[in-house]
């Protein structure tokens, strides 16, 4: 990034439950990014990190992350340590998420290093490293002082919200059973883990609206720290690739399809919506595209006329190819990034408005929008058989990304958001009593 450098640069331990390299999940790509907006600015940061997957980096990836960083740590979470995290959790009633990334070496690390480093900020991303950051500071903003560092817990979407639709939307009583468990369990925890920090980063409006369910449903207080934190998309390289020929009545997902609300996705699109477009137009192919994809769609390749890809170099080389993308996604919070990857590359996109949520394209300006099959594969075979109408659509889709998504822009709000939490601290002693008995005081009248 191409930042100018910033007048008040911030000291930042910064927690974090994967490695952020390769970027192969959302969540990973947004770390890199936030890395590396941060550096391009001047803040310092301690990255403490942990090894899940027994998948180390390349040395030139470690060497990327190591530049960025002033500090780098990375513990190993193995498989009996995640075990007996699982194990732990279940016996006090904590989400199997956030537990089985749970690393006591992890804590213990930041612990000190709260301890011997003077930081002005503390940020812990996603809700998995919430526990690590809450044993670190060790305080309750609500109920006692501000700790110090001000503290930041990036939820981003809202779990309880995830939960819920994968639950609702799965289709082996299995998965049903487990996914309705998590969801009690993280309702429970979403709730009241928002307390401990200075401020909650949301994604958006949806997003902070089931959290607060959350908080009304189980007793908690009404979450009152929230500021909105969405991630954008790298511009430069999702952008218009003329050099790729479109071909005709190519119909293209994208992501990565071990990941349930993908692979919920793509088989309801298989399932319900790909035959009506094949009726309609019996030439056209369907491409999924995504690393790790699971049996269940593995069948389908070579089946009429579906290709299932597995790990591809670039699949923004798919995209570009496409005649149209689809985001068929039903069960998942947050931001979807393929969608915003889609409307940098100018291509003409169907989605659901669950995808949408928090995106905010406008249907039959930037994309279409559809939430049942019928009018999913109409709006596909609309533009399968209109070029003109989809290259239209991919140009508003564009313009829109250029205007509101970048990742620059919204890094910037949230920097504007570490100063005036940081600000906070300074503040006379009655001012933060004040304070903290006006959040008291909200609490107690919603």
Known sequence: MKLPSTSRPLNILFLYSRLPLPMTRGDELTVAHLLEFLHARGHK???????????????????WLESRCSYLRIDHQG???????????????????????VNKQQIQAAQQALNDTSYDLAYAYYIRSAEALRLAVGRDIISGPKPKPTSFLALQLSQTLNTERLASTTRRWFERLVFSFESRLIRRYEARIWQHFS????????????????CLETGAPPITNFVFGPHGVDVEQFKPR????????VVTMT????????????????DEIWPRVKQAIPEATFQLVGRD??????????????????????????????????APIRA????QNKLLEYLAMARPVVATPIANHGIGATHEQELLLAENPQDFADSIVEIL???????TLGQAGRQFIETNWTWEAHFLRLEQSFYAAADERFEAPSTAASTTHNLRQEAASS
């Open 255 to 270: 992501g990565v399809m071990r990941y349930p609300p993908n692979i919920q996705a793509a088989l309801w699109f298989i």
């Open 45 to 63: 940061i301690d990255f403490y990190t942990l090894d899940v997957a027994d998948r180390p980096m390349t040395t030139k990836q470690r060497a």
């Open 332 to 335: 998942a919070a947050g931001l």
């Open 242 to 249: 003329h050099h790729i020929k479109n071909r005709d009545f």
């Open 199 to 214: 401020r909650t980063v949301l994604i958006g409006e949806k997003d902070l609206e089931a959290i607060k369910r959350a």
């Open 293 to 326: 994809p699971v049996p269940a769609l593995c069948q389908w390749d070579g089946v009429n006329g579906i290709t299932v890809t597995g790990t591809v170099d670039d699949p923004a080389d798919y995209m570009a190819s496409a005649t149209v993308c689809v």
């Open 79 to 101: 498989r009996w340590q995640r075990l007996r995290g699982i194990l732990s959790g279940l016996l006090q009633a904590r989400p199997l998420q956030i537990s089985y990334f």
């Open 385 to 391: 058989r209109d070029p003109d109408r989809g290259k």
